[in-house]
């Protein structure tokens, strides 16, 4: 009986509170500020081609400020992942002190720079070891961009170098003798 009268008391509480929020009415913003106001919390996700030949990028900003990024790509049977999130022990995130927005994030081998903007992300990967990250040979060299709402990403250079399966330079010959 006790446990019935909480219950009842408690919704009879939530009902009141969610009445008492309900006429709140919030003051409709002119258009500009609404442009330039930053959310608290953005998504970004992105897919770009067949499934033999692929790219993804999932970004999460929390104001303005890029706090995690995971990037999937396909080639064939080729599959290379990278994933950051900030203060994960694995990577070093610096922020850019004179411009918002920029972070620059030390991988394993080479970095990633990530860019943030209003609406859009773009990340540029930088001299990243294929072997470590994607169990292949060659660089990760190229740019991904995500824009809010949008599925499809831009992509530029991240297959390039990506098809072989041999190093890129020709072990030494012995020498004679």
């Known amino acids: 009986m006790r ?3 909480f219950a009842a008391m408690l919704l009879i509480l939530s009902a009141a509170a969610y009445a008492a929020e ?3 009415k919030k003051s409709a913003m002119p258009a500009s500020t609404t442009a330039k106001k930053v959310l608290p919390l953005e998504k970004f996700t992105c897919r770009t081609g067949p499934n033999d030949e692929q790219v993804r990028l999932i970004v999460q900003a929390v104001k303005g400020r890029v706090m995690e990024f995971a990037f999937y790509s396909r080639l064939g049977t080729r599959v290379c992942s990278i ?7 694995a990577t070093q995130w610096e922020d850019a002190t004179d411009t918002t927005g ?3 994030v ?6 990633a720079l990530v860019e943030y903007t209003a609406g859009q992300v ?6 990243v070891d294929r072997m470590h ?6 660089d990760l ?13 831009g992509m530029q250079g991240l297959f390039e170098g990506a098809g072989s399966s041999a190093p890129t330079t020709a072990p030494p010959a012995p020498a004679p003798g």
């Open 83 to 89: 994933h950051s999130r900030r203060g994960d022990g």
């Open 141 to 153: 060299n190229g740019v991904v961009e995500v824009v809010q709402k949008k599925p499809e990403c």
């Open 133 to 138: 990250y994607c169990g292949m040979y060659g």
């Open 22 to 24: 309900a006429p709140k």
């Open 102 to 104: 920029k972070a620059l």
């Open 106 to 111: 030390k991988l394993y081998t080479g970095h």
């Open 122 to 127: 773009k990340v540029t990967f930088s001299d």
């Open 3 to 5: 446990i019935q009268t």
